[in-house]
């Protein structure tokens, strides 16, 4: 799904759109998880990145994010 963010935090201005996605089973908690694969330019400084990604549980994905589609 396309999600937007509703506020600024680490380098996502507010309003960046992402790609999310539900992982039920991550390795690295019992919760439920979504990882959110920001709409940010890959070049940086003339270096190449790789895309931004983050990781929200359900009630930071209601708080911070909003779907779009």
Known sequence: MKVKSLVEFSGVPKGTTATCEKEIEP????KPM?????????????TKRKPLQD???DEEKAKFLVVVN
């Open 55 to 57: 990781w929200f549980d």
């Open 27 to 30: 390795n690295w908690t019992d």
């Open 34 to 46: 979504w990882k959110v694969t920001w709409n940010l330019p890959l070049k940086l400084f003339g």
